[in-house]
């Protein structure tokens, strides 16, 4: 009977690449735990995030690659993960517990940023992953009414506590003041609160940290830029015309704070009607357009429906209140891309 060695399996999985990395899963080192007993083998796949968009296609190209190992007849194949990433800090030096931020923008209002963050939140949430959610559109915080959220803990040990909803914690101006209040701040006292809404909140040990920013490329933008090592940035748009011409300042902002683009989404992209055909109600094709135009990701289209809407209103995402439905399927499949293009920036590093 031939006998396995571990090197004999790391051989046989150094041959196995990771399509989006680029590399091999030794040289990765997303193996760990090998044991042999007689031909069974098993060891543990570590992915670069829970969300990894490719987990099923790895998993079964090493379990290919070592049942062709001589003398092997059975694999069992842990699945877990580690992202990567590394502790965000401040402009003066002082470090965060967050391996990812990632900030969400968009250059006008009304075109579902905040909808399209709080999904993508959750949705890493649901995958595995360790998530905030700082609302930082100040002028107009809808996180906590798309969350089903009404009030924060008390503060303990002088620090704010975050809420939490779907696995995700969150924290946001509209916690802290009346409904409908509204705030008639200069760039000193936002830059100030998003200072605090960084450093005195207790976020814990987080795998990705998504900013809300508001409409836009102002202050906050700024503050959040200024205040925070951020790992990317991602452009929210609407099909049509008007909207793309803004959201392309919002690209050209990330690109002047030298804040890498992971990518173009494109909400509200059609509606799909009973019998199945679909209405362009705001036109066809202007995000992949603006990607493309950009030379960024295009990471895809999320269909307009009566779902999101009411999930927003009622606190409860679509990927939560309907996971099966076109529209969360879709928020999946971008949540899934972003977390992908995360672990190639940050594994280019």
């Given at each position: 009977?031939t006998?396995?060695?571990?090197?004999?399996?790391?051989s046989?999985?150094?041959?196995?690449?990771?399509p989006?990395?680029k590399?091999?899963?030794?040289?990765?080192?997303?193996i760990?735990?090998?044991?042999?007993q007689?031909?069974?083998?098993s060891?543990?796949?570590?992915?670069t995030?829970?969300?990894?968009?490719?987990?099923?296609?790895?998993?079964?190209?090493?379990?290919?690659?070592?049942l062709?190992?001589?003398g092997?007849?059975?694999?069992?194949?842990?699945?877990?993960a580690?992202?990567?990433?590394?502790?965000?800090?401040?402009?003066?030096?002082?470090?965060l517990p967050?391996?990812n931020?990632?900030?969400?923008?968009s250059?006008?209002?009304?075109?579902?940023?905040t909808?399209?963050?709080?999904?993508?939140?959750?949705?890493?949430a649901?995958?595995?992953a360790?998530?905030?959610?700082l609302?930082a559109?100040i002028y107009?915080?809808?996180v906590?009414t798309?969350?089903?959220i009404?009030?924060?803990?008390?503060?303990?040990?002088?620090k704010i506590?975050?809420?939490?909803?779907?696995g995700?914690?969150?924290?946001?101006?509209?916690?802290l003041?009346?409904?409908?209040?509204?705030l008639?701040?200069?760039?000193?006292?936002?830059?100030?609160?998003?200072?605090?809404?960084?450093?005195d909140?207790?976020w814990?040990?987080?795998?990705?940290?998504?900013?809300?920013?508001?409409p836009?490329?102002g202050?906050?933008?700024?503050?959040?830029a200024?205040n925070?090592?951020?790992?990317?940035g991602?452009?929210?748009?609407?099909?049509?015309?008007?909207?793309?011409?803004?959201?392309?300042?919002?690209?050209?902002m990330?690109?002047?704070?030298?804040?890498?683009i992971?990518?173009?989404?494109?909400?509200?992209?059609?509606?799909e009607?009973?019998?199945?055909?679909?209405m362009?109600?705001?036109?066809?094709?202007?995000?992949?357009?603006?990607?493309?135009r950009?030379?960024?990701?295009?990471?895809?289209e999320?269909?307009?429906?009566?779902a999101?809407?009411?999930g927003?209103d009622?606190g409860?995402?679509?990927?939560?209140?309907?996971?099966d439905?076109?529209?969360?399927k879709?928020?999946?499949e971008?949540?899934?891309?972003?977390?992908?293009?995360?672990?190639?920036?940050?594994?280019q590093e």
């Open positions: 009977m006998q396995i060695t571990e090197k004999d399996i790391l046989a999985l150094s041959r196995v690449m990771d989006e990395l590399k091999d899963l030794v040289s990765l080192d997303m760990k735990d090998i044991h042999i007689g031909s069974e083998v060891f543990t796949l570590v992915l995030t829970p969300a990894c968009p490719l987990k099923n296609y790895l998993q079964k190209s090493a379990q290919e690659a070592v062709a190992v001589e092997v007849s059975n694999v069992n194949i842990n699945l877990t580690n992202v990567s990433g590394k502790p965000a800090q401040t402009d003066d030096k002082i470090i967050i391996k931020s990632i900030a969400v923008s250059g006008k209002g009304g075109v579902g940023k909808t399209v963050a709080v999904n993508l939140a959750v949705s890493l649901r995958s595995g360790k998530v905030g959610l609302d559109d107009g915080p809808n906590p798309m969350m089903g009404t009030a924060l803990p008390p503060v303990k040990d002088k506590i975050p809420a939490e909803a779907y995700v914690k969150v924290i946001s101006i509209g916690f003041v009346k409904e409908g209040q509204p008639i701040w200069r760039g000193p006292l936002l830059h100030s609160t998003i200072r605090q809404f960084l450093v909140v207790n814990g040990d987080l795998d990705y940290l998504i900013i809300d920013l508001p836009g490329t202050d906050v933008q700024l503050s959040v200024q925070l090592t951020l790992t990317g991602l452009v929210v748009t609407l099909p049509q015309k008007v909207s793309v011409e803004d959201a392309s300042r919002g690209l050209e990330f690109n002047k704070l030298n804040i890498p992971l990518g173009v989404i494109e909400n509200m992209s059609y509606l009607l009973e019998d199945g055909t679909r362009d109600i705001f036109g066809r094709g202007g995000g992949k357009t603006l990607a493309e950009a030379g960024v990701p295009f990471l895809g999320i269909p307009l429906t009566p999101i809407r009411e927003g009622g409860k995402p679509i990927v939560i209140a309907d996971p439905s076109p529209a969360a879709a928020l999946d971008i949540t899934c891309s972003v977390a992908g293009k995360i672990s190639q920036l940050v594994l």
